[in-house]
């Protein structure tokens, strides 16, 4: 009983840490410039449009089609790329769809095929407009890509259930993601292409959050495939938020977030209310937060930012979400990244100049990932942002994947 009080304590400690960080210090700083802050094009669906999809799933992790990547689309050392169709789950636990890429490296395979990465994006909206295998990929994402492929590994990049298929993609929802990066690595391996048993997880900022869901049940949810899974790098982790967006109402926050930090707000709200219909999420928004959630639906990130750039999150709510009944523990089931449990090591690594994702949320899961004795790196980087850590990492990640995946 004892130590059950100190983890509630602990957690009481962190979201008042985080919720100080985010609204005492971090916003009161200019945010950050997004890597994609411009218009969204038309997305190129490379002959596989799966939108309206309504053929057979099948199991988790079956592969319903491939087809090759536009070269539009695809990346500089990608040797090929293909844009695949796989089955997975949704949000209310039902068969579901998702798309995703996967590319080769310009180097011959070498015995046993190439080890993959499954590479976990962050955000870039929930509209079918924003899915990344049907956009040309960021210049940074480009570049650290282009760095995998180079160092001879494939990439298994999901788009998550809902993104370009049937649904809404379910912002942050650990579990939705965690089966969709698990099942687009099950089914690259029935796509004939000369892949690895062996894989590792990568992730940034949502994806981050993605990629160590997924890390702690990868080998629950692939048992039985053969699949060798080594461990996860998570750069820019969104971790605790859920203790921070519970408290959110009329009053809280007192005052405006950077335009990132509403852009977020909104995309939560709108995952969490297509995933707790029955909590009636929307009942506690003021007109003007129906407006912002019904238009997170479909903007992308560019777009999202711009509209909610000097919002305040606060007009949003008509009363506190505290005062949905059960909230709390819904939001916690939806969204929390897990600190425990893991059986591969995990790179965690923080830029400290971070207003997407302030400092203080991936600090604190490394602190409980540590009193839980997980096998965790922590790398600092203290005069990164949010974009730069991806890039600024590569330099303590390029090894540390070298050494698990030997």
Not at 84 to 96: E, I
Request: with cysteine; proline share 7%; net charge positive.
């Amino acid at each position: 009983m004892r130590s059950i009080k100190r983890s509630t304590v602990s957690r009481a400690l962190v979201a008042a840490a985080l919720a100080v960080a985010t609204v005492a210090g971090m916003t009161l700083a200019a945010p950050a410039a997004h890597a994609d802050d411009a218009s969204t094009p038309a997305p190129v669906w490379s002959g596989l449009d799966a939108r309206n999809y309504t053929g057979p799933i099948g199991k988790h992790g079956t592969l319903i089609q491939k087809t090759s990547l536009d070269n539009s689309v695809t990346l500089p050392s990608a040797g090929s790329a293909n844009r695949v169709l796989y089955a997975s789950t949704d949000v209310h636990g039902k068969p579901a769809v998702s798309t995703g890429a996967i590319f080769l490296p310009k180097r011959p395979a070498p015995k046993g095929g190439y080890k993959v990465i499954a590479w976990a994006h962050g955000t870039v909206g929930l509209g079918d407009s924003c899915t990344p295998s049907a956009q040309k990929r960021s210049d940074r994402d480009t570049v650290y890509l282009d760095h995998w492929l180079d160092q001879g590994y494939a990439i298994v990049a999901t788009d998550y259930v809902g993104l370009g298929t049937p649904g809404l993609m379910s912002y942050l929802s650990s579990d939705v993601q965690a089966r969709s990066i698990v099942d687009s690595v099950l089914a690259s391996r029935q796509s004939g292409l000369p892949l690895s048993k062996t894989w590792a997880i990568v992730g940034q900022s949502q994806g981050a959050g993605a990629a160590l869901s997924a890390a702690r049940h990868a080998s629950e949810i692939a048992r039985g495939s053969g699949l060798d899974y080594r461990g996860v790098v998570a750069t820019g982790t969104p971790a605790n938020i859920e203790h921070i967006v519970w408290q959110a109402g009329p009053s809280f926050p007192p005052i405006g977030l950077p335009a990132g930090l509403n852009t977020y707000a909104a995309y939560i709200w709108a995952g969490f209310s297509d995933a707790r219909p029955d909590l009636k999420p929307a009942a506690i928004l003021t007109a003007e937060g129906r407006r912002i959630v019904t238009a997170a639906q479909t903007l992308c990130y560019p777009e999202m930012h711009a509209k909610v750039d000097g919002a305040k999150v606060n007009s949003w709510f008509s009363r506190p979400v505290s005062s949905i009944p059960g909230v709390q523990a819904a939001l916690v089931k939806y969204m929390s990244t897990p600190y425990s449990g893991y059986d591969r090591p995990i790179f965690l690594g923080q830029g400290l100049k971070d207003l997407d994702v302030p400092a203080p949320s991936a600090l604190s899961l490394y602190a409980q990932m540590r009193a839980a004795n997980q096998n965790v790196d922590l790398h600092v980087y203290p005069t990164q942002d949010h974009s730069g850590t991806v890039l600024a990492s590569m330099k303590d990640s390029t090894p540390f994947l070298a050494r698990i995946l030997r």
